[in-house]
């Protein structure tokens, strides 16, 4: 359907105009998104809601001026916070908080709102968490680590605290998809898939149904076989790497693709391996001067038991 206007927009026929609250990139053909002009509306910033707020409490024709209202700066943060850069849902906090204060005496017409003024109003608890600050480490690393741990009601508990508080919930589904490489691995291959699809739900459903794919994942990675077999292995090749710097292809791995390359060796004696008994055959992969060398040791756990297995009766006959 795209690709049918995709001339008439080209030729000024069509003024296309739309608005999306989704990554225009996934759902408009590169083609077409070439020829527009893509402007991105950002959340607003924990300054600008401060602003906002600001002026709908001090404002006595738009806002809530007439009412000499107080906003106590423990309220105000948190209102800051749940708000989540979304100017609306500041505002309507705000004017049910109003509603709910009440003022001090007759004397003092001014009506304070509190934390606990605020709470009331937005039915549910202020949490101690700070997106950009040390209790959202602390938290992500007692996330992780619960998992680490095999503890599926710990993980539980700091998701649900972090998604309470107000956390991006695809920041809690891509540190489960890093965990699924780093702690299983191997141990349980499907973890990853598992945490991919427990992100892409979330996308699909969104708040509040998509936390339960996230909550799934949470506990089927705790739950889980570990292994960091996978993630020492890649620190060992990287270190490598940096020190032997760029090595030589081996003759006999290399692809001879023309004549010349065929005369100097390139691809002389490589065994192909589907020619052999299970489909090994002992032959050297690594540059020569790492000949021998071994960075992945699987774990005794799990599905990389059978893998270490397999492994060690293939370097045996190596």
């Given at each position: ?265 390139y691809g002389k004696d490589y065994k192909y391996a ?45």
């Open positions: 359907q795209q690709d049918a206007f995709l001339h008439h927009v080209e030729s000024g026929l069509v003024t296309l105009i739309g608005a999306t609250t989704e990554n225009p990139s996934f759902e408009v053909i590169a083609p077409l998104l070439s020829r527009c002009r893509v402007i991105v509306l950002n959340t607003l910033s924990d300054e600008d809601i401060a602003a906002l707020i600001d002026q709908a409490v001090k404002d006595r024709e738009r806002g809530l001026g007439n009412t000499e209202l107080v906003l106590e700066p423990d309220a105000l943060l948190h209102l800051i916070r749940i708000s989540d850069g979304d100017g609306r849902a500041a505002l309507n906090a705000l004017e049910i908080a109003a509603a709910l204060a009440a003022p001090e005496d007759d004397e003092k017409k001014s009506r304070h709102i509190t934390l606990e003024i605020l709470e009331k109003s937005l039915q549910n608890k202020a949490l101690r968490y700070d997106k950009n600050g040390e209790e959202h480490y602390n938290i992500i690393s007692a996330f992780h680590k619960s998992m680490r741990g095999s503890d599926p009601d710990a993980a539980l508990y700091w998701l649900a605290r972090m998604l309470a508080a107000g956390e991006d919930p695809l920041y809690a589904a891509r540190r489960m998809v890093r965990f699924a490489s780093e702690d299983v691995g191997n141990a349980d291959p499907h973890a990853l898939q598992l945490a991919l699809n427990a992100m892409e739900a979330f996308r699909f459903l969104g708040k509040p149904e998509g936390e339960l794919a996230l909550a799934q994942a949470a506990v089927y990675l705790a739950a889980a076989p570990k292994s960091n077999s996978i993630y020492s292995a890649y620190g060992k090749v990287k270190a490598v790497i940096q020190d032997s710097g760029s090595l030589p292809v081996p003759l006999h791995l290399r692809n001879a693709v023309t004549g010349l390359m065929k005369k100097l060796g589907h020619d052999y008994e299970e489909a090994y055959t002992p032959q050297s992969y690594l540059p020569e001067a790492l000949e021998g060398q071994q960075y992945y040791f699987p774990a005794d756990r799990g599905d990389e038991k059978a893998v270490k297995e397999r492994l060690d009766r293939w370097r045996n006959l190596k």
